[in-house]
């Protein structure tokens, strides 16, 4: 059965991080070997007055803006002091720490975040968006159509994300029906959905093991760049720029610490304004200054997909969405929160989603975002329009699986 960050507990990760860190709920959650990384560096404590905050990452492009604000000195240029920044190898790991108190800023998938607050009750709020897009299906090289997985696995990242919310969309649209921890059947039109941490997904599908991947870049880079798959669709093609990772802080630093978290939230914002208008020289510093392991390359071209060849095979269906190429913009629009709480409430998990049952989806943003500080931020750098925002900061969700 799947822990409340959505892995094996038998796990001996679990073992390891629940010795770290105690009982609860938390300590009943599993995959924590990205707690090692921490643990190496910090040995899982604050040294006595220290002020340095922690910043928590995945080696994924999602997490540009966070690395980019650090590899350019604009959390201290802001006033405001970050170690260098924490990588974790599952989104798991990554909760973990966050709600434990091991690092203090982090990006996190948007359903997570709900779960987190809702389910977990964990004292935490999203305070901007990280990125929109940025993520894809990718498939082994000989499958064509959304239709030929039917029979095989297909990995997401984890049981709440804009992936598999996306993934389960595009599978019915194609009259496949996803399931959990049964064998799939290409008879009945089945496909079995399993967790893997995004850097397992490229070398399971390159051996068989799976028939594909939804997950965020360089992955999907990745394999094109290697050969072992090709991209099926884009997610932002499916969800005009959808949020997949929310930037997220723990509720006592917003209240004692008012001024630390609105220089947090500059520096992360002029941190997407810079990757959104220099995405070679963001790939670069991403790369080179070891933030992220894959090749330069595969993280350029993450960053700067061309349009046309992708319209050409069909993995565009909208391609006045410019939904291959990850963007950043910093704001947290409510229709999208209420839009993704319904969407989750229809999402097959492994484990429990009756916290949901309970919830008003319009209510939710009200509960789960503080955006009092990217306000703030967004209106010091010229306003929303600075990042082709509307005035008014509403919108109308789009979404489209066919």
């Known amino acids: 059965m799947a822990g409340p960050f959505g892995a094996d507990p038998t796990r001996r990760g679990m073992l390891r991080g629940g010795a770290v860190l105690g009982g609860g709920a938390l300590a009943m959650a599993a995959g924590l070997g990205g707690i090692a990384d921490l643990a190496g560096r910090a040995q899982l404590g604050r040294p006595p007055g220290g002020s340095a905050l922690r910043v928590g990452y995945l080696p994924i492009t999602d997490a540009t803006p966070l690395l980019i604000a650090h590899a350019q000195g604009l959390f201290e240029r802001e006033g405001v002091t970050v170690e260098r920044p924490v990588l974790f190898r599952n989104w798991a790991a990554l909760a973990e ?8 800023m982090v990006h996190l998938l948007m359903p997570l975040a709900v779960q987190l607050r809702f389910q977990l009750r964990a004292a935490v709020r999203v305070v901007a968006w990280n990125h929109t897009n940025g993520s894809a299906l990718t498939v082994a090289p000989a499958t064509r159509r959304i239709e030929e997985l039917a029979g095989t696995q297909v990995a997401i990242p984890h049981w709440w994300s804009i992936h598999n919310v996306v993934l389960q969309t595009l599978l019915r649209q194609a009259g496949l029906r996803p399931v959990v921890r049964r064998s799939p059947s290409r008879a009945a039109g089945t496909v079995e959905l399993v967790v893997l941490s995004p850097a397992d997904m490229l070398p399971a599908l390159q051996v068989g093991t799976i028939g594909g991947y939804i997950v965020a870049d360089p992955f999907n880079a990745a394999a094109e760049a290697k050969g072992v798959g090709h ?18 802080l723990h509720q006592d630093l917003l209240d004692s610490r008012p001024q630390q978290a609105q220089q947090l939230l500059q520096a992360l914002t002029r941190a997407q304004l810079y990757a959104r208008a220099n995405r070679p020289q963001a790939a670069q510093l991403l790369s080179g200054g070891h933030y992220l392991p894959q090749p330069v390359k595969a993280i350029t071209k993450a960053l700067t997909y061309p349009q046309a060849p992708y319209e050409q095979r069909g993995a565009l269906h909208h391609p006045q969405w410019q939904g291959q ?78």
């Open 231 to 248: 991209i099926q669709r884009f997610v932002g093609d499916v969800w005009r720029q959808h949020a997949c990772c929310a930037v997220l």
């Open 325 to 402: 190429r990850i963007d950043f913009q910093p704001f947290p629009f409510p229709s999208y929160t209420e839009r993704l709480v319904t969407a989750m409430r229809g999402t097959l998990v492994d484990g429990d989603t009756t916290f949901l049952d309970t919830l008003d989806p319009a209510a939710v943003h009200r509960d789960l975002v503080d955006d009092r500080f990217v306000r703030r931020a967004l209106d010091r750098l010229g306003g929303p329009q600075v990042f082709g925002l509307p005035g008014p900061l509403t919108r109308t969700e789009e979404v489209s699986p066919a």
């Open 97 to 104: 720490a966050f709600t434990s108190g091991q690092v203090d």
